[in-house]
């Protein structure tokens, strides 16, 4: 069974400094992979998602994620954190031929002035 | 476009009580989805529908059953709730088109709390 692990339950960083969040996935083959952030209350927007070709994607709101075969990872990335990227991020597995999303525990980050 | 609608968005329950989550969606999506969402699990299949007619279990069934009354609406149903079922629900949907494949647009959640 494909498993999702996000290791940083919580991050902290200043607004400004650079932020990358951490995910780990367990699956035979090349999943699809994607991040999706939740704003509190809110529900699940899609930041960005890797199905093939170029290993560096990029998302919405200035994030990019770069799969790493070798080590069945694939980080989010944003060079300047704003004040808005506070929220909770969600990595997520999908089977290429299958119907099911499997998602990690998530990272929360918060953003310090 | 309203995408995927859910409600009631809060709704607190006691312990035996039933009660049915509306979701519906205006994307003409073939495929539906219900989480629930609880801290520091991320979110957890409890079924889904892959066309009208159609339903399976997720990761998490126990406890709950489900209805694609038509293509556009996906509902959840808690015959007896327990405090265990206290959670954040979501629902979502998912075309099957190859341009948007496997890309899922969640609705704004329902908070139950079961006392």
């Known amino acids: ?113 | 476009n309203a995408g995927v609608t859910q409600t009631p968005k809060f709704q607190v329950l006691k312990t035996g009580q039933s009660m049915t989550l509306q979701c519906a969606q205006d994307m003409n999506h073939n495929s539906m989805y219900w989480y629930r969402q609880d801290p520091g699990m991320g979110l957890r299949l409890i079924y889904y529908s892959a066309s009208e007619g159609t339903t399976d279990k997720g990761e998490v069934p126990n406890g709950y059953n489900v209805s694609r009354l038509n293509k556009r609406e996906f509902s959840l149903r808690l015959e007896s709730a327990a405090p265990s079922q206290t959670s954040v629900y979501f629902c979502a949907s998912r075309t099957d088109a190859i341009s948007g494949a496997n890309v899922l647009t969640f609705g704004a959640g329902s908070r139950l709390t079961v006392l």
């Not at chain 1, 199905?51 to 080590?71: H, N, P």
């Open chain 1, 1 to 113: 069974a494909q498993s999702v692990t996000q290791p940083d339950i919580h991050i902290t960083v200043s607004e400004g400094a650079s932020l990358e969040l951490r995910c780990n996935y367990s699956y035979g083959a090349t999943p699809y992979l994607f991040w999706y952030v939740q704003s509190p209350g809110q529900g699940l927007q899609l930041l960005l998602k890797y199905f093939s070709g170029d290993t560096l994607v990029q998302g919405i709101k200035g994030f990019e994620a770069e799969f790493k075969r070798s080590q069945s990872s694939f980080n989010l990335r944003k060079p300047s954190v704003h004040w808005s990227d506070a929220a909770e991020y969600f990595c997520a597995v999908h089977k290429a031929a299958g119907n099911k999303l499997t998602f990690g525990g998530g990272t929360r980050v918060l953003v310090k002035p």
